[in-house]
């Protein structure tokens, strides 16, 4: 009989998402950062999105409880900065084993709020129920102009791959950006209501992991330009900072796609707008979606091996080793 752990999240996804009924007033359902749904007469349409933190797998119980807190929103408010969309209200279901210390409650709900102000959100209630572990689950719900959701199905052959900041080394010690980062909100509103980018999503399971999802969703392949990949400085200190950028994933980085026309243009608007941000060109986009290829610095060429992180997978498959 087969487990969970046999398929993978990615197998069980594959298995799940084709079952679930729709409405027609849902134009995006299952499989994008969020699903879009259409109200009549709006000039909006609304992202729906929902996200779970669990103690021992997103945090760890030294963790501070304000910055779980903060974290658990700014993963729900990243997936819809990667549709191209603005926040506007979360729910919060907590779970918790019945010895928790209030004062760990009350910190996480601290940082909740604080994020709620930074983003300007309304949080609407939720749950609570006990059970063996410290979870919070987020359900964030915002809109985007009607039509200008940016999905992951929208590269295209000769499409130029983007990528916001620097990848790797999220969770290594010491660092915190895994707690800290900053949801790419005013980028992916930049990106969807000009029209540049023509796919979107973010990066929470490593580049190795949610490249290959965009690709899949968009039916084609890619050359990756490994040297290009704009390293972190946490993954810059380790022996193998590309297995790292590849594989760590909490990044929470935009991965884009850019038509050729509006490559040039984009780059200028980019820089105008963004001068602190870079937006770093990693490769291209090729029409067959069994040519996946990563270039690196030498010159050699190895295949796009699937990698990063796997909810129920026994182990993290492996990235590609440093050339």
């Known amino acids: 009989m087969k487990t969970l752990r046999d398929i993978g999240e990615n197998g069980l996804l594959r298995e799940l998402l084709p079952l679930l009924p729709q409405r027609s007033d849902t134009p995006v359902g299952p499989g994008d950062d969020c699903a879009v749904v259409r109200l009549p007469l709006s000039p909006h349409d609304r992202l729906f999105t929902t996200d779970p933190v669990i103690e021992n797998r ?15 929103i700014a993963r729900a408010v990243s997936d819809i900065a990667a549709m191209g969309g603005e926040p506007l209200w979360i729910l919060i279901n907590l779970v ?4 928790t210390p209030l004062t760990r409650i009350r910190g996480l709900y601290t940082g909740m709020i604080a994020a709620a102000h930074q983003w300007n959100l309304g949080i609407l209630g939720g749950d609570t129920s006990e059970g063996t572990t410290l ?9 985007v102009p009607r039509g200008l959701a940016v999905l992951r199905s929208g590269a295209r052959a000769r499409h130029a791959l983007y990528v916001t900041g620097a990848l790797g080394g999220a969770c290594l010690p ?3 950006h895994h707690l800290l980062f900053e949801p790419r909100l005013a980028a992916g509103r930049f990106l969807a209501e000009e029209q540049f980018a023509s796919a979107m999503m973010d990066i929470s399971d490593g580049l190795a992991t949610d490249l290959p999802r965009l690709l899949d969703a968009s039916r084609r392949g890619c050359f990756l330009e490994t040297a290009a990949i704009p390293l972190s400085r946490a993954a810059r200190k380790t022996e193998a900072p590309l297995h790292h950028a590849l594989c760590d994933g909490e990044d929470f980085e935009l991965l884009f796609t850019v038509a050729p026309s509006k490559i040039e243009r984009f780059e200028a608007a980019w820089q105008r707008r963004f001068p602190d941000l870079p937006a770093t060109r990693i490769g291209t986009i090729l029409a067959s979606p069994h040519q996946r290829h990563m270039r690196h610095a030498d010159g ?11 909810h129920f997978l026994p182990h993290t498959p492996p990235c590609p080793p440093e050339p």
């Open 58 to 72: 997103h945090f760890l119980p030294k963790t501070p409880a304000h910055l779980v807190g903060r974290k658990a």
């Open 174 to 176: 010491g660092a915190r």
């Open 300 to 310: 050699t060429t190895t295949p796009l091996l699937p990698g990063g992180y796997q």
């Open 135 to 143: 979870e919070l689950h987020i359900t964030a719900i915002g809109r």
């Open 96 to 99: 918790a084993p019945g010895d």
